[in-house]
């Protein structure tokens, strides 16, 4: 993809986010670009495209993703000076846990907050989107549909599956109420009331370039669909043109030194969760999280402490391995990948604790920062 001109930070920080920036609304283009999908669907390997900066954890593994992650672009686009808000967000599933529970509330933050949204898909989608094109359905914002990992298919395949999306998601303006579908499915009635369907949507490129004929207070499908190939950058730069030209006249939401929205922890213990992802299978990365309990940063390195929470004493066994191999072997992979992210030396210290049934504790879950 090709890069953006990016401006470089201001060498004063802001005070607050009111002042924090005069970037005035005047020519100004700012928004939330929220990028969601089914899991495994290559999220997390778009947005560090995107981005050009490696913020969400990659594994082959679906629901590696659990928070919701933002990355944050200022530069300038062709002349048009911009702030990207991008959400990367969990995989949409049904719940079995309240961990997932918490996951999907991630996702409608991320949906009733953007003003651009990205349906990401893949070339070997089931055809079994339902759960996410219920929560988009009534998304009054622009919707970009991406059929991602064009690179392992045919051209024929891509434009079958192109061909496929334009039959069953409507491409271009808004979309009809179906008013009886409405009443007798009381989750779509739940997500029309919280989208406010009664209510004229505010004009827009995007609403001025709908078609004559079209209801402008309906729900609005897709807007347009684009193969790409995030992994290659394929039609990246596409997207990108098309991301600025939908996104809104705002002031920018965050000073223009920022990245992102978490903190240095939050990414320490996403590298070593990542690490267990790519060293276990079966149940063990997913009944296990990390909690950095310690983060000192010295001259000469940082100093990271770390529990690695799992549900089963069995589970514990498997993570540390035959005389703490394994464990030995997932802290230097985990160590490496750290001092690759933060750019100095870092020594790792990891403890593994059983927590029973944690995926289902409320109060575990707002520990690990699951309420937010």
Known sequence: ?????????????????????????????????????????????????????????????????RHRIMGILNGNHNGQPFQ??????????????KLHESMMSFVRGS???????????????????????????????????????????????VEAKIQYWEEHFEVGGY???????????????????????????VADEATESTEAGQAPGAPRKATEIIPISALNGFNLDRLFDD??????????????????????RFF????????????????????SEVIVTGFKDREDMLVISAEILVERPTQRAILLGEKGSMIKKT??????????????????ETHVKVEPDWRQKERMLRRLGYDE
């Open 84 to 97: 990207l808000v991008y959400s990367d967000t969990p995989g949409i599933i049904q719940p079995k846990y």
């Open 331 to 348: 802290g230097i992979m985990a160590r490496e990948e750290l001092e690759r992210f933060f750019g100095k030396k870092v020594f790792l």
């Open 243 to 264: 991301i600025i030209r939908y996104l809104p006249t705002h002031p920018a939401y965050f000073p223009d030194d920022e990245l992102t929205d978490k903190s240095e």
């Open 1 to 65: 993809m090709g890069s953006p001109d990016i401006q470089p930070p201001g060498n004063k920080l802001p005070e607050n986010l009111a002042a924090a920036d005069n970037r005035a609304a005047d020519g100004f283009k700012s928004g939330f670009v929220s990028i969601v999908g089914k899991p495994n669907v290559g999220k997390s390997t778009l947005m560090n495209q995107l981005i050009g900066e490696r913020l969400s954890i990659i594994t082959a593994k679906a629901q590696t993703t």
């Open 111 to 157: 949906l009733e907050d953007a003003d651009v949204i990205l349906f990401v898909t893949d070339i070997f989608e089931r055809h079994d989107e339902d759960d996410v094109i219920k929560r988009l359905k009534y998304a009054n914002v622009p919707i970009i549909l991406l059929i991602n990992k064009i690179d392992q298919a045919t051209p024929e395949e």
């Open 268 to 287: 320490a213990s996403e590298i070593i969760r990542e690490k267990i992802f790519l060293n276990y299978k079966k149940e063990v990365p997913y009944s």
């Open 175 to 201: 979309a009809v109420i179906d008013e009886a579908a409405v009443v007798a499915d009381p989750d779509i009635a739940e997500l029309a009331e919280e989208h406010e369907l009664d209510e004229e949507p």
